[in-house]
């Protein structure tokens, strides 16, 4: 700990950390100890894990990125906090992400970094004057700059398998619901997940199978499928298995090293026996548009709790109730998610609600049976997790459409409530370049078991 306390003294500028707390790590790393020599330790005993600040946790604050929730200290831990502790793991801090995780660069930050005073860009450790990706930044630059062997992420369009491809490490976002939700600060409620991020998909798979599982009481599309030891089912041979490759996710959008290095990373996986076959999502550039719509309705649905009475910030001075609402949310809420509110109420509202919401739900389920579809010819599907490497920090900061329009690979499988894995496969001027795997329904395990098998 004293050794990972140090490598972040010196790399604090990456801003991954919000919250470190050394006499907290070390207690949990002693109880880990003590269950250790009792014969009684978990399977992930003792090894360290640092959580995206979405997830609340108790003895530690939780924000959500946002100045809305800023000293916030939760009463109970997210059950996937609470799963991976009572597998043994020590929590070495909270991580950066965008606010009430919504971005694709980890830009989106009001709380401040660890030995900062003041909300800092996630920086990408391969290029420090890159974007990490996002909206779970903090999660995959903990783990690529060696600062934590495993973190948690979530992901509602992307937010695992983008910042994963961006820093060139793994990141799996299970199917939907195979993962709780309870105490993930709330984006999206369709589509939120959580998933492990990690060096390689074997480290995923040790995290994953502990983090899964039924928490009936508690979130209520969570789903009666028992936990898998996905790390047992690391030893299937690939022979035949047949990857399809969508002409969607290869065309005139995508940078051409990015192209160069996901048609290569398909060839070495065509020499370990699989196939490749063409195949057809006809409607993957509607997934932007469809998602952005729902995503943000039910944002503003799910943030209509921050209203400055139950807890989280609270404007100092009003005269009424509609006062103290309208100041609080207005100094709470940071641009991006105040746009998210204003999109998604609007979408919602009487007169549009047909033309916009209805309309993107149709469009979901079309894009769900064209997996299903897709799936009939093929058993994992693959393409590039973003069309282009980490960019800039900076370059999208006055147009926020250029970071929607890059979530066009993750956001389909998102809707579809598929699974999906993303792995590092190569570079593009040296910055890395993640592939990703989408499965059917409860295909972790295949996806695991064909990423470990590249690694
Ligand atoms: N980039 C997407 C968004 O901004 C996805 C975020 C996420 O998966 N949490 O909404």
Known sequence: ?????????????????????????????????????????????GVPVAHKDIFVTTGWPSTAGSRMLAGYQSPFDATVVRKLGE????????????????GSSNQNVAVPA?????????????????????????SAVAVAAGLAPASTGTDTGGSIRQPASFCGITGIKPTYGRASRYG????????????????????????????????????STSLDRPAEDFAQGLTGSLDGLRIGV?????????????????????????????????????????????????AAA???????????????HRASQYK????????????????????RIMIGTYVLSHGYYDAYYLQAQKVRRMIADDFQAAFRDCDVIAGPAAPTVAWAIGAHSDDPVADYLADVFTLPGSLAGLPGLSLPCGFDGGMPVGLQLIGNYFAEGRLLNAAHRFQ
């Open 114 to 138: 660890v030995g900062t005073d003041q909300p800092v860009p996630v920086r990408n450790p391969w290029d420090t004057s890159r974007v990490p990706g996002g909206s779970s930044g903090g």
């Open 320 to 339: 009424d109730l509609a006062e103290m609402y309208m100041k609080t949310r207005a100094e709470g809420f940071g641009d991006e998610v105040k746009r």
């Open 87 to 102: 597998a043994g793991m020590v929590t070495l801090g909270k991580l950066s992400c965008d606010e009430f995780a919504m």
């Open 184 to 219: 993930m600060v709330a984006f999206a409620s369709s589509l939120d997940q959580a998933g492990p991020m990690a060096r390689s998909a074997e480290d995923c798979a040790l995290l994953l199978s502990a983090m899964c599982g039924p928490d009936p009481d508690r979130d």
């Open 1 to 45: 700990y004293q050794s990972a306390l140090g490598v972040l003294g010196s790399t604090e500028y990456l801003g991954a950390f919000v919250a470190v707390d050394e006499d907290a790590t070390l207690a949990q790393a002693r109880a880990a100890d003590a269950a250790i020599a009792a014969g009684q330790a978990g399977p992930l005993a």
């Open 298 to 312: 039910e944002a503003s649905s799910n943030l209509s709790r921050f209203d400055g009475v139950k807890f989280g």
């Open 246 to 294: 969508p002409k969607e996710f290869l065309g005139d959008g995508v940078a051409p090293g990015v192209r160069a290095a996901i048609d290569a990373a398909l060839a070495e996986y065509e020499k370990l026996g699989a196939k490749r076959v063409a195949v057809s999502l006809p409607r993957t550039e509607l997934a932007i548009p469809v998602y952005y719509i729902i």
